[in-house]
Structures are given as structure tokens and as C-alpha cells.
């Protein structure tokens, strides 16, 4: 099946710092999404970006479906942005799941 | 409702006891998903939903654990004669429509915990 990898697996910050998550996938997808876990264990939709650019205030992400990874970037960060960052993917080729990659757990210190 | 809804939101349990929980998609999405959380780890695929049926059930780890969806709404998984291992949150998504999947859509969670 398709496998997905994430980095950098730990991430510390200083509140303010800009930073760039990377998830790397090994086949091709019709659906990505990023997904932050807060600290209750909700996972909240980031984006929803199975190819192209887009933002959202401090966030933006760009899926690169052809070269198989995707990158989201947050700037200004600020301590309610720590929890865990998961890439989700369903293959192109008959896949009827989502596959969470291991996820990059960011801390935002004050 | 507005979002997926899980409930109970936590679950103690007895080694060797059944259990039930149960997801509410949003309204109208026909595609419904299972996951299974372990501390530390990323969500680990159990079950798909298409409608009623289940198009998708090759994550469930045993024959302990089972999944209805009778009117292609609410959805119930269940454990029969759980285990200490069974321990983690269930997480259940909802998607408008099955492969090519549309942006999924998960609950809060139920944590179970099996003593």
C-alpha cells in the first residue's frame, strides 16, 4: 500500500518563527489533507489539497501531486499552533482510506 | 448536527466486556469511516462505509471487532470480549461522497480505556 512520511518528526519553535512541515508520499493520490491535533486529541481540517496552493491567514500549504509531497507552511507561529501536524492521502489506485503518515509534533514556546 | 459526533466520549471497560460506540456523520455524507489511535501514533485505518454496506473492512484486527451502518447514517463499532491492547482513541470521519473521496471530516473521538 501506499506510504506516506512526514518531517521533521519534533519541531521547536519560538512563538513568532515561521516553519515548513513536509509530507512525502509513494504513490499517487486523488485527496490530501492536513489535519492539526490539538492537545484534546481533535483533529482539526487545515486543508484539503490534493494538488495546487492554497492559504488560509497564517497558513498555506502546496501539494506537488506529480513530484508526490506536499508542504505546509506556517508563519508567525504562535503557542496554540502546537499539537501534532498529520498529512492524510488516499491512493489514486483503488484506495478507499486514508493514510496518516507518522505526523510532526510542533511546540510553540512562548 | 454541524460535525461528526462520537459517543461516549470516554469508555472504561472490564478486560472481556463488550462495547459499543457510535459515530453521527454529518448529514448527508454518504461515506463513513473507522479509525484507531494508539498514544503517539498516527490514525490507523479499521473500516469504510459506503451507504449501509461496508466496501472496505480490511483494517479491523480481528474478528473481535465489528461495524453496522443499517441506515447509512449512524454507524456503531463494536468489540466483543475486549482486551488491555484494545486501549485507544476511536476516531470516526464522514466524507459527502466514497473514492474519489471529497474533504473528510472526523469527530471528537472516543477514548477507550480496557482494565
Known amino acids: 500500500g501506499i506510504q506516506v512520511e512526514q518531517s521533521p518528526p519534533d519541531l521547536i519553535l519560538q512563538e513568532g518563527a515561521n516553519s515548513t512541515l513536509r509530507c512525502n508520499f509513494s504513490?499517487?493520490?486523488?485527496?490530501l489533507q492536513w489535519f492539526h491535533q490539538n492537545p484534546w486529541g481533535q483533529l482539526i481540517n487545515l486543508f484539503y489539497i490534493p494538488s495546487g496552493t492554497k492559504q488560509n491567514g497564517r497558513l498555506s500549504a502546496t501539494t506537488v501531486a506529480t513530484e508526490r509531497y506536499s508542504l505546509l507552511y506556517i508563519s508567525s507561529s504562535q503557542t496554540t499552533d502546537s499539537g501534532v501536524y498529520f498529512c492524510?492521502?488516499?491512493?489514486?489506485?483503488?484506495?478507499?482510506?486514508?493514510?496518516f503518515g507518522p505526523g510532526t509534533r510542533l511546540s510553540v514556546l512562548p | 448536527g454541524a460535525g461528526v459526533s462520537q459517543t461516549p466520549s470516554n469508555k472504561v471497560t472490564e478486560k472481556g466486556k463488550y462495547v459499543e460506540l457510535r459515530c453521527d456523520p454529518i448529514?448527508?455524507?454518504?461515506?463513513l469511516y473507522w479509525y484507531r489511535q494508539s498514544l503517539g501514533q498516527g490514525p490507523e485505518f479499521l473500516i469504510y462505509f459506503q451507504g449501509t454496506g461496508a466496501a472496505d473492512d480490511s483494517g479491523l484486527p480481528n474478528d473481535r471487532f465489528f461495524a453496522v451502518r443499517p441506515e447509512g447514517s449512524v454507524s456503531t463499532l463494536k468489540i466483543q470480549r475486549t482486551e488491555r491492547g484494545d486501549s485507544a482513541v476511536y476516531l470516526c470521519?464522514?466524507?459527502?461522497?466514497?473514492?474519489?473521496?471529497?474533504?473528510?471530516?472526523f469527530g471528537q473521538g472516543t477514548r477507550l480505556t480496557v482494565v
Open positions: 470521519a464522514s466524507s459527502p461522497r466514497g473514492p474519489p473521496a471529497l474533504e473528510a471530516f
Open positions: 504513490d499517487s493520490v486523488n485527496n
Open positions: 448529514s448527508g455524507h454518504t461515506a
Open positions: 492524510a492521502v488516499m491512493d489514486d489506485n483503488y484506495g478507499q482510506n486514508f493514510v
